[in-house]
Structures are given as C-alpha cells and as structure tokens.
C-alpha cells in the first residue's frame, strides 16, 4: 500500500510555544489530506480536511487559528500548534487518499506524531 | 446519539476461539464502511472494506446490515496477534471523503 509519514513522531514542548508536525505521502500524490487528534482511550476526531493550494476546512469546534494547516505541495502537509497548552497533549495523526488504482477508496495514515506540552 | 457506536470491550477471547462485534451507525444514507485496526500507540490500519453482500479475508468475515444501520466483524481461529482495538469507520454520502470513527472495540486474544 501506500506509504504516509510523518515527522516528528514525538515532541515534547513547553507551554505557549508552537510546534510543527509535518505529514508527507511517499510514494504518491495526495491533493487532500486529514489531520486527526486522539486523546488516550478515545477515539480518533477529525480535526481539519487539508486541501492542496486552497485553504484547510476545519471541523467544527476546532480553532482555525490555533492549528495552522499548510498544504503547499502535492505531497506534504503541516500542521501547526501554535501556543500550545497542556491540554493540546495529543497523539496526532494525517491521513492521506490514493486516487490512484485499486486503493482508490483507502486512506493510509502516517505513524502518529505523539505531542507532549509541559 | 454518537455516529458510530462500539462496544468498546474488551473481549478476552481464548486462542483458536470465534470472536464477533458489531457497529451501530447514525447516518442511513452512509455510503462506505470500513473495519480498521490499531495497535496500542500506533496509527489505525485497515483490515477490510465493508460490503453490502459481505465478504470474508482469511479468518475475518464483515457484514453490513442497511436496514439495522450496523455492520459486523467476525474473527474465526483468533491468534494472539489479533490482540488490537477495531475501529469501525463509516464515510457518510454526504461528508465527501471524510471518515467517522467509531469509539473502537478491544479484543484481547489470550493463550
């Protein structure tokens, strides 16, 4: 299948500052892709749709200006957790569609960025 | 009333026994649906496609059941490495791609 990383995978930082979690598809193109957040236990919430070259579409009750979602390139997307507060301590996670062939229908996750604020 | 509900378990399963849970969903007029699997830690990967008409891989058999709106996933011979929580994912017509995540069932497969 298709390969989606994501780096970092762990990040621990201090509260009120930004951290970047960047979300790559390797092996193929991906003109959307999915930023998820999952608290321990809980499953995984959609937090924001990232379209390539226009602007991200956020889920509601997600702060547009509070996860900065960049799609500049066919192949990559970043999210950014501007001044990020404890509660912000997630496992978060992208996915991306294969428009291509046979996973026409599937999206491949990336590993998880694992993000610790004090 | 969540989407997409699950047991979430666990189901402690003797090795080489038949384990099997469902999914309830909300949306009637959803279109695709998808069991996924994860892993303590890692990220969900998906097991099977969901079909009308059912389908079997290996020893795992889905099945969808419209007019009750759940859909179901049975494992057959359960091996220690089924150990995993099961996500069942519903894509509603109208959500275009986007993918609802039940909460996840914990199936802990034992010697």
């Known amino acids: 299948g298709a390969v989606v990383s994501q780096h970092p995978s762990r990040v621990i930082c201090k509260s009120g500052t930004s951290v970047k979690i960047e979300c790559r598809s390797l092996d193929f193109q991906a003109t959307t892709m999915f930023w998820y957040r999952q608290f321990p236990k809980q499953s995984l919430m959609l937090m924001a749709t990232?379209?390539?070259?226009?602007?991200?579409?956020?889920e509601q009750g997600v702060e547009k200006d509070k996860f900065l979602i960049n799609h500049a390139s066919l192949t990559l997307s970043t999210l950014t957790v501007t001044s990020a507060h404890p509660e912000d301590s997630s496992f978060y996670i992208c996915?991306?569609?294969?428009?291509?062939?046979?996973?026409?229908?599937?999206?491949?996750f990336g590993p998880g960025t694992r993000l610790t604020v004090l | 009333r969540k989407e997409v509900e699950q047991d979430p378990g666990p189901f402690n399963v003797p090795e080489g026994a038949t384990v099997a849970f469902n999914c309830t969903y909300s949306?009637?007029?959803?279109?695709?649906f998808f069991w996924y699997r994860q892993d303590c830690r890692k990220e969900p990967k998906l097991l099977m496609s969901?079909?009308?008409s059912g389908n079997e891989d290996g020893r795992f058999t889905a099945q969808l059941n419209r007019a009750s709106q759940y859909i179901s996933l049975l494992i057959r011979d359960s091996k220690l490495s089924d150990s995993a929580t099961y996500l069942c994912v519903v894509n509603p017509r109208a959500a275009g791609n986007k993918l609802t995540f039940g909460g996840g069932t914990r199936v802990l497969v034992k010697p």
């Open positions: 996915s991306a569609r294969d428009l291509s062939g046979r996973t026409y229908n599937e999206q491949f």
């Open positions: 969901v079909y009308s």
């Open positions: 990232s379209n390539e070259g226009s602007k991200a579409t956020y």
């Open positions: 949306n009637s007029a959803s279109q695709s």
